[in-house]
């Protein structure tokens, strides 16, 4: 008798798109609200193999994989003719700059990296994903000379050269920032007349709370300003019925994460994240790069 793969129990057929790709035992980690949001805005960003679902939401310019497979062989099997059949798709429907993939299970790494490096994804950061309960015991921050206010586009030239700062190997696009201050909430602090932080955060479900990024300028560092960002932002949250916060960080960013644990927050998970080209002659100039040059010998060749 053949053996079937495990599956989580107590999700049937007919539940929304979030329920599906949480039923998975290997899925990616995408709140309800992003989620369900591909269904109720762009079904035909969808993909199925059978119990296997693979689906793509944007942001700013890159678009997002949300994934749900049996385990990882199923990945493994079904992820290339899917992704092959979700990518014109993508392309016609959002018209991305590049693709993201989150692997949120770093045990499938050998397993799922392989799949990934054929297809032209390249790993850009790895990450430590932290939850903060409610009802935790959050202090009340307020450092000294700084004031703090709602962010809104109009200032999202200093909103950019902050998270340019911070983070300079993956920086969001205007696109992007946009996109966050539309869909989220944003909360700046300033340092007499200049920025000198800013939070982004939304909740991702009716239950549950994201904070998206915390950036805080060079000079400002060491004060508890983005302490007192991350404060503001999870209390904000939580009076708007959130039960858990998370986030992710760097696992190289060692004062983000000691701030994060003394906060409260419990770290739950770790992966990475890849990415790719959308265009097709991004592509071919990669494949032509990992040709190499023909040197040709007397007599070999």
């Not at 329920?19 to 591909?38: K, R």
């Not at 992704?83 to 018209?95: G, Q, S, V």
Request: charged share 25%; hydrophobic share 40%; glycine share 8%.
């Amino acid at each position: 008798m053949p053996v079937r793969p495990l599956r989580r129990i107590g999700i049937s057929s007919g539940e929304r798109l979030h329920d599906q790709v949480d039923a998975a035992l290997f899925h990616s980690p995408y709140g309800a609200t992003l989620t369900n949001e591909i269904e109720d805005e762009h079904p035909e960003l969808i993909v199925r193999d059978g119990e296997n679902v693979l689906a793509a939401f944007a942001r700013g310019g890159t678009a997002h994989l949300v994934y749900g497979f049996e385990n990882e062989r199923a990945f493994a099997d079904r992820f290339p003719a899917m992704f092959e059949k979700l990518l014109p798709k993508a392309r016609r429907a959002i018209a991305p700059d590049d693709l993201r993939f989150r692997l949120a299970y770093a045990p499938a790494r050998p397993l799922v990296e392989p799949v990934l490096k054929r297809l032209w994804f390249s790993p850009v950061r790895d990450w430590l994903g932290f939850t903060l309960e409610r009802g935790a015991k959050l202090p009340a921050a307020s450092p000294r000379g700084a004031t703090f206010r709602d962010a809104t586009a109009a200032d999202i030239d200093e909103l950019l050269r902050l998270d340019r700062g911070a983070f300079p190997d993956t920086p969001l696009t205007r696109e992007g920032m946009l996109a966050a201050l539309r869909e989220g909430e944003a909360i700046m602090a300033t340092v007499g007349k200049h920025a000198a932080a800013f939070c982004t955060f939304s909740m991702t479900s009716p239950l549950d709370g994201y904070i998206h990024v915390v950036a805080v300028d060079d000079a400002q560092r060491g004060r508890g300003i983005g302490t007192a960002l991350t404060v503001r932002a999870c209390k904000r949250q939580f009076a708007a019925g959130a039960r858990r916060i998370e986030l992710t960080t760097d696992d190289s960013n060692g004062a983000a994460i000691r701030m994060y644990l003394s906060l409260g927050f419990r770290q739950m998970s770790a992966g990475r994240d890849y990415t790719r080209p959308a265009h097709p002659k991004a592509i071919a100039r990669l494949k032509r790069q990992s040709q190499g040059t023909l040197i040709r010998f007397g007599g070999w060749r």
